[in-house]
């Protein structure tokens, strides 16, 4: 399984951005999938996490109310639509696959994850 993120970039404070992550090598619907992010000299972070069927859904509190996860398994696909971003959303995003429990699973921690992306950077100018 390879997982490819993309859609990061430089933004102003306030503007909204959607990052998007595609499953390859197998069909996305055994896995729950999360996105983590990591800033500069921080540890990576839970951002949000959603069940195979995308029935179930997580967020940390720093992004509720402003970011939403979804997917769409017919296209493969995982998103992360970021609204109202602010500088502090600054990182390099991941997004993230595991099969555990059927896909059923929402973890919270790296390690709750077997598969990642590459990284996206999103920059957010105050």
């Known amino acids: 399984v390879q997982l490819q993120a993309f859609g990061g970039g430089l933004v102003q404070a306030g503007a909204s951005l959607r990052l998007s992550c595609e499953v390859q090598g197998h069909t996305a619907n055994n896995y729950a999938m999360g996105w983590f992010r990591q800033a500069p000299g921080k540890e990576r972070e839970f951002v949000a996490a959603?069940?195979?069927?995308?029935?179930?859904?997580a967020n940390a509190d720093s992004v509720k109310g402003r970011f939403t996860i979804s997917r769409d398994n017919a296209k493969n696909t995982l998103y992360l639509q970021m609204n109202t971003l602010r500088s502090e959303d600054t990182a390099v995003y991941y997004c993230?696959?595991?099969?555990?429990?059927?896909?059923?699973?929402?973890?919270?921690?790296?390690?709750?994850?077997?598969?990642w992306g590459q990284g996206t950077l999103v920059t957010v100018s105050s």
């Open positions: 959603i069940t195979w069927s995308g029935g179930t859904i």
């Open positions: 993230a696959a595991t099969p555990k429990y059927g896909g059923s699973h929402l973890g919270k921690n790296v390690r709750d994850y077997d598969y």
